[in-house]
């Protein structure tokens, strides 16, 4: 009986400028909530012309509404 492995795909090198690429990712901002909304419970947000309102529930989840 003879049997046969499946055949593995070479090892793929890191391509030099994706490697400088992913170095020179900024890692992401994170503003606390709190500071955001400055001791309020509503606030607008503009955005490319357009205003968004940004809320807490009474269950203290964060509502994005266009």
Same mark, same amino acid.
């Given at each position: 009986?003879?049997?046969? $492995?499946?055949?593995?795909? =070479?090892?793929?090198?890191?391509? =030099?400028?994706? $490697? ?33 309102r940004?809320?807490? $529930? ?6 994005? $509404?266009?």
């Open positions: 009986m003879i049997t046969t $492995t499946p055949a593995m795909p =070479p090892a793929i090198a890191a391509h =030099p400028v994706a $490697t400088a690429a992913a170095q020179a990712i900024k890692p992401v901002k994170r503003v606390s909530s709190a500071s955001l909304m400055d001791g309020g419970r509503e606030m607008e947000i503009d955005h490319g012309g357009r205003v968004y940004l809320r807490i $529930t009474q269950l203290n989840k964060l509502i994005l $509404t266009a």
